[in-house]
């Protein structure tokens, strides 16, 4: 069996420079294979990158204090990586204002 490793596809010295380096402002963050390519690209994708960009905004904007309380430990598959564990400290909340 042929497996493509996205991680590793998404970490090419060649295409990346850095690329362990996580680097949303990189010139060509947007050539990752995340959601794949061609026919076979993720149809959820633009929803996914929505999610996540109102997810972030606003656990950011409520607190923004947050630090790393320790170390995490690591998921790593064949297919996905991440974490398992990520210890924060929050700090206090802010509330949000009301849309």
């Given amino acids: 069996m042929v497996v493509a490793y996205l991680a590793g596809a998404n970490r090419d010295p060649a295409v990346f420079p850095n690329p362990h380096r996580f680097d949303v402002e990189r010139a060509n963050a947007g050539g990752h294979l995340a959601f794949s390519t061609g026919r076979h690209f993720c149809l959820g994708a633009a929803l996914a ?47 949000l204002a009301a849309s």
């Fill in 49 to 95: 990158r929505a999610e996540g960009e109102v997810g972030l905004r606003t656990f950011f904007e409520r607190f923004p204090d947050v630090r790393a309380a320790g170390a995490g430990s690591r998921r790593d598959t064949r297919v996905l990586r991440g974490w398992s564990t990520l210890p924060v400290t929050l700090g206090p909340a802010r509330a």
